[in-house]
């Protein structure tokens, strides 16, 4: 059971990670950014492609990934979100263009092969691959019957620190005050002076930064990339986290992944793995039911 809370921590940041930049764009566009699953996969794939295909240092290619995925955030807003925000268009619009445009970056990953347009991305077209062995270091302990793998506990304080440094920012910075006015009222806000387009476009740098590590971590601590692991492995269960939290709470998405995460293994310690892809569905469809705030949607504004 140790090692199932150890899996369950593990698995729970990734979730944590994902669902902040999830909430961070909810919590101040009140809309659901549908492509954060697809900048997910980006970075992962990005990553692998500049280490595999382009000979470049792992370090550097987490940067750069993590870059191609900030940038990824800049193009969400100012072809997305932006134009419609300005024509007044409904909610439902941004969701579907959101939605159309994570369907062409993940074409444009799986399309990707040698001699290809997008040769430079990604050349496996649909497979699945891991990062060659001894690409970056990870060394195995065994510990009072547990199996410590490096590459699994370096996502566990990677992600909270991520995760407190960005509550920091939030709360006690100039940049926090702004995001959190804008979230608020932002006419109030730009009467003030706030850079309110400003604002936003940094909003969605931060949460496409944030999803591209994620997908960073997922693909190297589970050895599995490919173009779908947005769409198979995260996206539901970010849904999930952040209702469970608290639609627009950073502190609910952290709780809701560690949770997610927790549920997840318990449901297959017993009842076996086949119900572990049901689990975000059953957790969501409950939560919606029972409590639709989430644990922290009471005051969801001040939560921000």
């Known amino acids: 059971m140790g090692q199932q809370i150890l899996n369950a921590i593990f698995i729970g940041s990734i979730y944590a990670l994902f669902a902040v ?42 940067v750069l990934g993590i870059v191609v995925a900030a940038l990824m955030g800049l193009v969400i807003e100012y072809v997305c979100l932006r134009p419609l925000r300005r024509r007044r268009a409904p909610p439902i619009a941004a969701l579907i263009s959101t939605i159309g445009l994570a369907l062409i970056i993940i074409a444009a990953i ?51 620190a991520l995760m407190l440094v960005l509550g920091y920012v939030m709360r006690y910075t ?17 009467l003030m002076g706030v850079d309110v387009d400003r604002m936003i476009a940094l909003t969605l740098i931060i949460s496409s930064a944030l999803g591209g590590l994620a997908g960073i971590l997922f693909g190297v601590a589970l050895g599995d990339i490919s173009p779908y692991i947005g769409r198979d492995s995260v996206e539901v269960r970010g849904l999930a986290v952040i209702v469970l939290g608290g639609m627009g709470s950073i502190p609910g998405a952290v709780l809701g992944g560690y949770l997610l995460g927790l549920i997840e293994v318990l449901a297959v310690v017993l009842l076996g793995s086949n119900v572990r892809a049901g689990v975000a569905f059953a957790a969501l469809f409950l939560m919606l039911v029972l409590r639709p705030q989430g644990f922290f949607g009471a005051q969801l504004r001040e939560r921000i």
Not at 128 to 150: Q, S
Not at 174 to 190: F, T
């Open 110 to 160: 799986e399309q990707g092969r040698p001699g290809t347009l997008f040769a430079w991305l990604w050349v496996d077209g649909a497979n699945p691959v891991t990062m060659p062995p001894g690409t970056f270091p990870n060394p195995t302990w065994h510990v009072a019957g547990l199996t410590l793998e490096a590459t699994k506990l370096a996502v566990i304080p990677i992600s909270i």
């Open 174 to 190: 100039q940049v926090g005050r702004g995001l959190r006015a804008v979230a608020e009222n932002p006419r109030a806000a730009r």
């Open 21 to 62: 930049g999830y909430t961070l764009v909810f919590g101040v566009l009140d809309i659901l950014n549908l492509a954060h699953s697809a900048v997910f996969t980006l970075g992962a794939a990005v990553t692998y492609t500049l280490v595999v295909n382009h000979g470049q240092s792992f370090w550097l290619a987490c």
